[in-house]
């Protein structure tokens, strides 16, 4: 099984929808991350949290939120979709202190 | 000047070659270096990380070169199985979140 999972993995909705992104970890770790991937941009970092009680913006949070449920949990919600926000989306955890980051499989959303 | 600058090819090498990527980066102050490869619509996985006196890892040999603020990512004997996106990623400061992705490197090994 992996050790990232997210859900869906593919999503299509339309412009002014609330749409959630769910993001569950096994590996114990407590950083958690949300990044968005376009064509011709490297990964961008939305939002992460060091632990359950620590949420902090990343370059481009406007537009997005989060929620970390637990340890193993963070789901990214986008409260009113847009087109500009059809990208990749990874989830990715970190033991705290180490440095390498363990992604899901992504989420593709379209914003039509 | 983007904060980490990468060649996006594609580099369409035959089976057996020698390839090289390099990626530079902006920040003196950067503090950790890593190869990450990503296959196409996949997730990104750590190929390796760099450490400053270089490392290898079979085939594949991480370089960083800080005076110039570079590193590098050499893999011999190409095989198919190695075309894939190569994603430099650095670390602004150790510990913290800041981890700044390169667009990547695109790499065709051609039978």
């Known amino acids: 099984d992996a050790d990232v999972t997210q859900t869906p993995r593919n999503r299509i909705t339309k412009t002014g929808k609330r749409i959630m992104l769910e993001c569950s970890q096994t590996?114990?770790?407590?950083?958690m991350y949300w990044y968005r991937q376009d064509p011709g941009l490297g990964l961008r970092l939305i939002y992460y949290?060091?632990?359950?009680?620590?949420?902090n913006k990343g370059e481009i949070s406007d537009g997005y939120s989060v929620s970390r449920q637990a340890q193993a949990k963070f789901s990214l919600s986008l409260e009113s979709a847009i087109p500009n926000q059809t990208a990749l989306y990874f989830c990715a955890s970190q033991a705290g202190g180490g440095d390498t980051q363990y992604f899901g499989p992504g989420t593709r959303l379209t914003v039509l | 000047r983007k904060e980490v600058e990468q060649d996006p090819g594609p580099f369409n090498v035959p089976e057996g070659a020698t390839v090289a990527f390099n990626c530079t980066y902006s920040n003196s102050a950067s503090q950790s270096f890593f190869w990450y490869r990503q296959d196409c619509r996949k997730e990104p996985k750590l190929l390796m990380s760099v450490y400053s006196s270089g490392n290898e890892d079979g085939r594949f040999t991480a370089q960083l070169n800080r005076a110039s603020q570079y590193i590098s990512l050499l893999i011999r004997d190409s095989k198919l199985s190695d075309s894939a996106t190569y994603l430099c990623?650095?670390?602004?400061?150790?510990?913290?979140?800041?981890?700044?992705f390169g667009t990547g490197t695109r790499l065709k090994v051609l039978a």
């Open positions: 590996k114990g770790h407590d950083r």
């Open positions: 949290s060091f632990d359950v009680k620590d949420i």
């Open positions: 990623v650095v670390n602004m400061a150790s510990g913290t979140y800041k981890y700044i």
